[in-house]
Nanobody, 121 residues
Framework: VQLQASGGGLVQAGGPLRLSCAAS????????MGWFRQAPGKEREFVAV???????HSADSVKGRFTISRDNAKNKVYLQMNSLKPEDTAVYYC????????????????WGQGTLVTVSS
C-alpha cells in the first residue's frame, strides 16, 4: 500500500486542523492505520491508531483533542486535531500495518511521506 499524507500547515494555538492520508490498493479496509509525529530533534512518536472496524486508541498527550477516523470507501484516514498547542508542532506521518492495534513505529510496514504541522503561540 502507498500512503500520501496532506493537510498540514501553520495554525495558531487553540485552533483546529485536519490531516488526511490517502491510500492506494484494494485492501485498504483490512489495514490498521496509524498516525505518528516527529518533532525536531525528537524521536517519532505514536499519536493515534484506528482498526479496520473503526476501533481507536490515542496517546495520552492528545486524548480529548485529536480524533482519528477512516473512510474505507474512500481509502482515507483522517486526524482531526483540535485545541492545538505549540508542542504539537511536528511532521505527521500516516502508517499502515496488518494485524492488531500497535503503538510502536517498528510495527508498521508502510509509511507516508509526512506533512508538517506548525502551531504558533
Amino acid at each position: 500500500v502507498q500512503l500520501q499524507a496532506s493537510g498540514g500547515g501553520l495554525v495558531q494555538a487553540g485552533g483546529p486542523l485536519r490531516l488526511s492520508c490517502a491510500a492506494s490498493g484494494q485492501t485498504f479496509s483490512r489495514y490498521v492505520m496509524g498516525w505518528f509525529r516527529q518533532a525536531p530533534g525528537k524521536e517519532r512518536e505514536f499519536v493515534a491508531v484506528v482498526t479496520w472496524s473503526g476501533g481507536t486508541h490515542s496517546a495520552d498527550s492528545v486524548k480529548g483533542r485529536f480524533t482519528i477516523s477512516r473512510d474505507n470507501a474512500k481509502n482515507k484516514v483522517y486526524l482531526q486535531m483540535n485545541s492545538l498547542k505549540p508542542e504539537d508542532t511536528a511532521v505527521y506521518y500516516c502508517a499502515a500495518r496488518w494485524g492488531s492495534i500497535a503503538t510502536t513505529k517498528g510495527d508498521y510496514m508502510y509509511w507516508g511521506q509526512g506533512t508538517l504541522v506548525t502551531v504558533s503561540s
